[in-house]
Each structure stands twice: as C-alpha cells, then as structure tokens.
C-alpha cells in the first residue's frame, strides 16, 4: 500500500488538574435550633449553637441578624424600647488554630460594621486560617446581661431575631 517508512509525530499534550477544597459544615452539626429564655431583661442571655466544619482548607463563617437584636411588635411608650440588644460571638476551631470575634446583633444587619457580617464569600466572614476537619469546639454564642435600672425598659411582649450563619472555602 504505502510506500517508504511510516510517519511518527510526537506531540506533547500537558494535561494539569486540581482538586478544589471542600467546605461546609459537618452533616448533621450545621448551627441550628432555637432558644427561648422567659424574662431574659431579668436573667439575661446565654446560649451556646454548637456545629463542626468540614473544610479541606481555609474557610470563612459569616452571621446576619434580621432584626439586629430581639424585637418585639407593638407601641412603644416614652422611656420603653421593642429591641433588646444582645452579642453575638462566633468561635471557629481548626487543626492548628482558631479565630474568634464579638459583635453586637445590631452590627449583624445590612451597612453595619462587623468583622463576620453578611454572606460567607472567599473575602466575608470570620477567617480560619487552617483545615479544620472533625474538630470540635466551634459555635455561635448569644448573650446579653441582665437589664439595669439605668437600660431603657422593654414592652411586655416576645422578642425574636433570627442569625442566619453562612460558610465558604477561603484560600
């Protein structure tokens, strides 16, 4: 058929991969539940959401409030207040290290100022500068003292916020 020796061309064709980290929270440990404490302008706040990362590499948690502190309907009187403010403390736990940060529920809210503010990205959020896999130790903690003579007074009622917390890889 073909006359002569046949033809042998070597081509080079790099081929390169990666694997991307994975980032999230454990099954079963992303920070839920609720908590409700009777007369909290009488004994205060103090409450604890447990969760566990699941992340391969740097991440970052973020937390926004909807009402930016307990708020309840109603009218409110001369000298008397339908928002409680309250602290939000975020605890991050990896393999070699940890980051933690306060802020008040009235800085969780859309143009406030908070270290951990709005939706998780590779830019927003508490960052934790390690993997963290299987490690304990991490949550968002609410608290808030006992109210004083001197704090405005609170319209009878049931106060709620909801945070609503986010994750994301973040090399």
């Known amino acids: ?3 002569g020796s046949p033809n042998e061309i070597a081509l080079s ?5 990666s694997v991307g980290g994975r980032c999230g929270f454990k099954a079963g440990t992303a920070p839920s539940g609720t908590y409700n404490q009777p007369n ?3 004994t205060g706040l103090n409450h604890d959401f447990v969760f566990e990362l699941d992340c391969t590499g740097p ?6 409030s909807t009402n930016g502190g307990l ?9 008397y207040t339908t928002l409680a403010p309250y602290t939000v403390a975020l605890n991050l736990v990896g393999s ?9 529920a009235a800085t969780l809210v859309t143009g406030s100022t908070c270290s951990f503010l709005g939706t998780a990205s590779t830019t927003v959020g508490l960052r934790l500068a390690a993997s963290s896999l299987n490690q304990t130790g991490s949550y968002l903690r609410v608290t808030a003292p006992p109210y004083t003579a001197a704090s405005p007074q609170l319209v009878a009622g049931s ?13």
């Open 159 to 171: 106060y709620a916020d909801t945070l609503t917390v986010t994750i994301s890889a973040s090399p």
């Open 1 to 3: 058929m073909g006359q």
């Open 40 to 42: 909290f302008d009488v």
């Open 71 to 79: 708020k309840t309907g109603g009218t409110v009187p001369a000298g």
């Open 13 to 17: 064709i790099p081929v390169k991969a």
């Open 59 to 64: 991440s970052r948690v973020a937390v926004v």
């Open 96 to 104: 070699s290290t940890t980051a933690t940060a306060n802020c008040l």
